[in-house]
């Protein structure tokens, strides 16, 4: 297993603003993916953070937008750039040796005023 | 197009009563899927996945091809398996997950 830490827990931020959003892995892990859970929706992925090259983003989400890094097997960072309210989310980090052994971090609650 | 569907947002039971969440999927290949739960204040994890055929926590989960349907189903529901449930498909050639929208389930006293 691996254990997913994620800071910060929550902000408070303002628009036009932007936001880095820390996930931490306690162990080497082969995947590592950041999700948007929005109020009363499901996990969206965003991108799939790669180790030493960029960022696959999914269809609606653009690297401009949502720039990721990972350098290294154990750490990630997301930024949510030029924010808006319709950014207010909860951004979840997950990681693991596969895709279908996913370990989730305990989010990050975004509010944009 | 992949998609899956949780058509409750909330079930409710009594404690002791037979529980089943819905899941139904739409994938072209063969599907692998996944239930996430998520208790309150703990993250998202893994429940079952169907190729395990296993039963977790009295939970068990059986993919129904002709119905594109897979069901989470425990016969006594205990006051502890108040959560959120996922239904979750391994899409994108096998790169990530697509999830349903969840359900809420409460078991009463």
């Known amino acids: 297993s691996a254990v997913i830490s994620q800071k910060p827990s929550r902000d408070i931020c303002q628009r036009g603003t932007s936001l880095t959003i820390q996930c931490q892995v306690d162990?080497?892990?082969?995947?590592m993916f950041w999700y948007r859970q929005q109020p009363g929706q499901s996990l969206t992925l965003i991108a799939t953070?790669?180790?030493?090259?960029?960022?696959?983003?999914e269809s609606g989400f653009v690297i401009d937008k949502f720039p990721i890094s990972r350098p290294n097997l154990t750490f990630s960072t997301l930024t949510v750039s030029n924010m808006s309210p319709e950014d207010s989310s909860i951004y979840l980090c997950?990681?693991?040796?596969?895709?279908?052994?996913?370990?989730f971090g305990p989010g990050t609650r975004l509010l944009v005023l | 197009a992949q998609r899956v569907t949780q058509p409750e947002k909330l079930l409710s039971v009594f404690k002791g009563a037979p529980v089943e969440l819905k899941c139904n999927y739409s994938?072209?290949?063969?599907?692998?899927l996944f239930w996430y739960v998520q208790y309150s204040r703990q993250r998202l994890q893994l429940l079952l996945r169907?190729?395990s055929r296993e039963s977790i926590k009295g939970f068990t989960a059986d993919l129904n091809k002709g119905e594109t349907s897979f069901h989470l189903k425990k016969p006594f529901a205990q006051e502890e398996d108040s959560a959120m449930y996922y239904c979750a498909l391994l899409t994108g050639g096998g790169n990530k997950l697509t999830f349903g929208t969840g359900t809420q389930l409460k078991v009463e006293l």
């Open positions: 953070a790669n180790q030493g090259s960029e960022a696959t983003y």
């Open positions: 994938y072209s290949g063969s599907p692998e």
């Open positions: 169907h190729i």
């Open positions: 997950s990681a693991g040796t596969s895709v279908e052994t996913q370990y």
């Open positions: 162990s080497q892990v082969t995947m």
